[in-house]
């Protein structure tokens, strides 16, 4: 008899938590695709096993298009929710998340799938520019903005300009990548003036928003990849990038104990990303200065980040499990 009810109450549950499915849980396809490509990197030089990578990159390919099925009904069952988010000082960004996701998996099929490779890399290029053109015209435009508002996720719509050239070199006309390459650049040192501003002078982040500092490690380690692929060779500015993400990679470690006594949050999948974009520009660092040293520095973040991101799934999972994800803030 009470079976109707209880069937009522529970697509009303559903119907709740879908309209709080949020536009950053596109952080977890970033997070375990950068894993895919880290191993699938010291599979090239480090003769790790390729089939790692490739679980990895089908994992990845398969959870992106759960979300995005997932995210495309809350589009048309709560298209006020979305709004909102687009309207958000600090979610509009996550919104970059979906490009970037695309070229990264992109990035990941370009060696042994090029063709579906090329489609992932044009769409994912197309959506990034039209995304950044938004944010950077809501930030234009403003009304809403706060200093406070500032911090360390509004890097990423520019990590996804540098991504472009990544695999854009081997499909696409290379000024079509210096293009790309050239906006995040450039805006990544605005930005980072801004934030770090922000860091400096105003309040701590809040507790949620703590992860997003390792956000700061994904443009210059993005940045020494792609500039790497662009030029072909290790010159003094692809040094720059690079040592630039190890002093920042260094900073974090020295406040590690505070990054761990921060409760998870989705937000905590920002410590993914950035880690694996370090792992693979040592592991590019290792076949420009051969030795010893980047050689074990690549296998010290590739354990490290593999480790990260195995905790981040459990304690996803827990979450869910728990239902403390797709709940308002």
């Known amino acids: ?19 709080h499915f949020p536009i950053a849980i596109f952080s977890v396809v970033m997070g375990v695709t950068g894993l895919a490509l880290a191993w699938l990197k010291a599979h090239t030089v480090l003769g790790m096993p390729f089939v790692v990578g490739e679980g990895l990159r089908g994992a990845a390919s398969v959870l992106f298009v759960l979300l995005l099925a997932i995210y495309s009904l809350k589009a048309l069952r709560h298209r006020q929710a979305v ?6 000082p600090v979610r ?8 970037i996701s695309l070229l990264l998996l ?6 042994t799938h090029p063709e579906a490779a090329l489609w992932l890399w044009g769409i994912g290029a197309a959506l ?10 809501s930030w234009l435009h403003h009304t809403h903005y706060e200093i406070h508002h500032a911090n360390p996720a509004w890097f990423i719509p520019v990590v996804g300009n540098i991504l472009v050239p990544i695999a854009g070199v081997r499909l696409a006309s290379p000024e079509l990548s210096w293009f790309f390459f050239s906006i995040g650049l450039v805006f990544w040192i605005v930005l980072l003036t801004i934030v770090l501003y922000r860091l400096f002078f105003h309040e ?7 992860p997003t500092l390792f956000i700061l490690l994904a443009p210059p380690s993005v ?16 040094r720059i990038l690079y040592y630039t993400a190890l002093f920042l990679a260094l900073l974090l470690a020295s406040n590690a104990a505070r990054f761990l006594r921060t409760p998870f949050f989705i937000s905590a999948w920002a410590y993914s990303f950035p880690l694996a974009a370090l792992t693979i520009a040592t592991l590019v660092m290792s076949t420009r200065q051969p030795g010893p040293i980047f050689t074990l520095l690549g296998l010290g973040f590739l354990a490290l980040v593999s480790l990260v991101v195995a905790m981040l799934t459990v304690k996803t999972l827990i979450a869910i499990f728990r239902r403390q994800i797709c709940v308002p803030e």
């Open 204 to 210: 701590p982040l809040p507790a949620r928003l703590t």
């Open 223 to 238: 940045g020494f990849i792609a500039y790497v692929q662009l030029i072909g060779s290790l010159d003094a500015f692809a």
């Open 1 to 19: 008899m009470n079976a109707a009810p209880a069937t009522a109450a529970n697509q009303e549950v559903a119907s709740h938590r879908l309209e």
């Open 106 to 111: 992109a990035t990941a099929y370009v060696e």
């Open 128 to 137: 990034q520019l039209m995304l950044t053109l938004a944010i950077f015209s």
């Open 83 to 88: 709004v909102w988010e687009m309207r958000h």
């Open 92 to 99: 509009i960004n996550f919104f970059a998340t979906l490009s």
